[in-house]
């Protein structure tokens, strides 16, 4: 891997701009790194849902915590023995994904994470997930620091002096600053409670710059999980940063795929033309990223490159990491495999596609939680695309799966608003499609039209509601509805804070991952489907 990166130095330094006599550094700094892993313990397919034992012995899997644990132990051990400095470090979003949080929590992640030996990790969004008090159980539990530098957590009783501003690591006699920053929606996304103070990640980024740079630390790598945007608006704005190694919006880069999404390192300029590499390895334990960035005696970053570098079927998996986690699968793997039902196709729940537009697995989860509760009146379903983080495949359907895309314990939430609120929880679902956000509007019961190009809070229109016979008739702003969420959305969550002052409401419904498999096994074999219930205006 090394070796084939270094040769490609002279064609990388004129495509980035930097020369190649600059590729002769001073330092040499590799970073190791992954992002939102997601709990992804055991193997992953196709779709980043857990894969099956007899998928696995035939070659059919990628990733998982054993496969991680072998890669980063491969580079760094051979790059150590060369004389190279290696950090490891882990962009943030271990936390909810699969049965393995749903079971344990978060100690089979810092378990893990422990054993591969990690110097420093981001908090993520979803380590908020079930609030202030199992991130900082995990914090205890591991060896290394948890930073994230736009967090004042003094006020919470639980956090207060856990979650680190920067921390300054000693790599082959140089200061290397590590600092950090998390995506102030997290108040939306996630459950930080109202302790938690959230600063302007840019503002944060650059006083903590200034702060090391101050105490004559001239090698700064931000570790965030903001997503690729922010990394970019961060990497253009700070001056004296020298690399961005990011999290959040789960993005493809590569320096070899023609299928990513970005180059890798992609580059962020600044006003003097400065060039600061951003870097980011996809999700669910599929790659590890491997970044590369030579120093000169300034601290200035003169060379950077690298690869995300894919874990399949070639990478073996870690014996003795590969046992503990089948150990810690034997108490779940009965309920996981129990089958369901079954769907004639591919029912597409990836996030590029239920966060920008209709898809099929936010038409089956909404119609779900429609079908559930139209007895008492219901007409009306929303389902965040966001809450949707797996695809299923075609045939039988376990509930494993069902709990891969719905892994968060939601119940159904029903409640009274008028229609005006519903517009405006419209508008908010489509305000940050920009950002991929997690917000965006699955529907049952109505339909609706957004133009992409309009301004957030003015982008819906055409709003139909189902007429109770077979067809639609225009909302009535005025008019009361029922409708059924999510007890996360229906408290504030994504942004939908309207619906906290509904009236009626009920968070304490059945679980959501019950309901939708439950009608699956009602439909005797699911057929996914799009029927034009959204319509995207570009």
């Not at 701009?17 to 055991?42: C, K, P, W």
């Not at 992640?109 to 422990?114: D, G, I, Q, S």
């Not at 600092?179 to 650059?206: K, M, R």
Request: aromatic residues 6%.
């Amino acid at each position: 891997m090394l070796s084939r990166l270094l040769a490609s130095s002279t064609a990388l330094a004129v495509a980035t701009g930097f020369t190649a006599g600059m590729a002769q550094a001073d330092y040499t700094l590799h970073v190791i790194h992954i992002n939102d892993l997601h709990s992804r313990i055991e193997p992953i397919n196709r779709f980043d849902s857990t894969c099956g034992a007899e998928d696995d012995a035939e070659g059919k899997c990628f990733g998982g915590v054993a496969r991680v644990a072998t890669k980063i132990n491969e580079l760094r051990d051979s790059l150590t023995a060369a004389g190279e400095n290696v950090i490891v470090v882990d962009a943030g979003d271990q936390f909810q994904g699969s049965l393995m949080y749903t079971t344990y929590k978060g100690a089979v992640e810092a378990e893990f994470m422990n054993a591969i030996g990690f110097d420093v990790m981001a908090v993520g969004n979803h380590e908020f997930d079930d609030g202030p008090s199992k991130l900082a159980e995990f914090i205890d539990a591991v060896d290394f620091p948890v930073i994230s530098g736009n967090l004042d957590v003094s006020q919470d009783d639980l956090l207060a002096g856990k979650v680190g501003n920067h921390v300054v690591l000693d790599v082959g006699g140089e200061k290397i600053g590590i600092i950090s920053a998390l995506a102030v929606d997290t108040v939306d996304t996630s459950s930080p409670g109202p302790n938690v103070i959230f600063q302007d990640e840019v503002d944060a980024i650059a006083a903590d710059v200034a702060a090391l740079t101050d105490d004559g630390v001239s090698k700064i790598i931000a570790l965030t999980h903001v997503g690729l945007p922010k990394d970019l608006e961060i990497a253009s704005a700070v001056s004296g940063l020298d690399a961005v190694v990011g999290g959040h919006s789960h993005t493809y880069l590569s320096a070899s795929d023609p299928k990513r999404a970005g180059a890798y390192p992609t580059y962020a300029s600044q006003e003097d033309g400065t060039l600061v590499p951003v870097v980011q390895a996809y999700a669910y334990s599929k790659y590890v990223g491997h970044l590369i960035l030579n120093f000169d005696d300034e601290g200035n970053v003169t060379y950077a490159e690298g690869d995300t570098i894919v874990l399949d079927a070639s990478v073996e998996a870690d014996a003795a990491i590969a046992a503990r986690v089948a150990e810690l699968a034997g108490p779940i793997e009965e309920m996981k495999n129990e089958v369901i039902g079954s769907t004639t196709g591919f029912i597409e729940g990836d996030r590029s596609v239920c966060r920008a537009m209709e898809c099929p697995m936010g038409n089956l989860v909404a119609d779900a939680m429609l079908d559930r509760v139209a007895d008492q009146g219901v007409t009306l379903a929303i389902q965040n695309g966001g809450g949707l983080r797996a695809s299923i495949d075609e045939g039988e359907v376990t509930m494993g799966e069902v709990l891969t895309v719905l892994p968060f314990q939601n119940t159904l939430a029903t409640f009274e608003g008028n229609g005006q609120m519903v517009i405006e929880a419209l508008e908010n679902g489509v305000s940050r499609l920009e950002d991929g956000a997690g917000r965006f509007p699955q529907v049952a019961g109505m339909k609706y039209t957004f133009d992409v190009n309009a301004e957030p809070g003015a982008r819906v229109s055409d709003v139909m509601v189902a007429d109770g016979m077979g067809g639609f008739k225009p909302i009535d702003p005025a008019a009361t509805y029922l409708v059924v969420t999510n007890n996360y959305v229906r408290n504030g969550g994504d942004g939908y804070r309207m619906f906290t002052s509904a009236a009626n409401a009920y968070d304490f419904g059945p679980g959501l991952e019950q309901v939708v498999a439950d009608y699956i096994a009602a439909t005797g074999g699911y057929e996914p489907f799009t029927d034009g219930r959204i319509t995207r205006v570009e």
